[in-house]
C-alpha cells in the first residue's frame, strides 16, 4: 500500500507547511540546540571576518557593536515570534479540518520567516562569540 500522507516531519520548521501541518513550535532555546548541533555556519562570515581582521582595539570595537546589534535584533525578532506564536494558535483553533482546501495562511508564512531570523541570529552570535574567544597575536614576527 503506498501511504502519500505528508506530515509536519516532512519539511523543517523554516518551511511554512511545517506549522500548517501541526508542526510544534520551537523555543529559542531549542532553535540554539539546533544550531549547537548542524555544524553550520554564518552566512555573514566573511563580512565578520573583516572586522576580525582590524587592528586592536578597532577589532575588538567593532566585534562588540556587531554583536550588540545582532542581540537586539535577536530581542526583536524572539518578541515578533512571540506574538506570531499566539497568531498561530489562535489561528490553529478556528480552522476546519474538513476544509476542502488545503493551503497555507500568512501566518505559517511568518512562523517560518520568524524561525530563519532567530535561526540565524543566534548562528551569528556564536560565529561572533567564538571569534572573540581568540586572542590575535600582537606581534607577528
Known amino acids: 500500500m503506498n501511504n502519500n500522507t505528508v ?3 516532512d519539511y523543517s ?3 511554512p507547511w511545517y506549522y500548517f501541518l501541526g508542526g510544534i513550535v520551537l523555543p529559542p532555546k531549542r532553535i540554539k540546540n539546533l544550531i549547537d548541533d548542524s555544524g553550520r555556519e554564518s552566512y555573514r562570515a566573511e563580512e ?8 586592536e582595539p578597532q ?6 557593536l556587531m554583536k550588540d546589534k545582532i542581540k537586539q535584533d535577536l530581542a526583536r525578532d524572539i518578541s515578533i515570534y512571540r506574538t506570531v506564536v499566539r497568531e498561530l494558535n489562535i489561528e490553529r483553533g478556528k480552522r476546519s479540518v474538513s476544509s476542502p482546501f488545503r493551503m497555507c495562511d500568512d501566518v505559517h508564512t511568518s512562523m517560518s520567516l520568524k524561525y530563519c531570523h532567530i535561526y540565524n ?3 551569528h552570535l556564536k560565529y561572533l562569540e567564538n571569534m ?3 586572542q590575535m597575536d600582537l606581534f607577528v614576527l
Open 7 to 9: 506530515t509536519a516531519l
Open 59 to 64: 577589532r575588538s570595537e567593532s566585534l562588540r
Open 13 to 15: 520548521p523554516a518551511h
Open 132 to 134: 572573540a574567544s581568540k
Open 121 to 123: 541570529d543566534l548562528l
Open 48 to 55: 565578520f571576518e573583516r572586522l576580525n581582521r582590524k587592528a
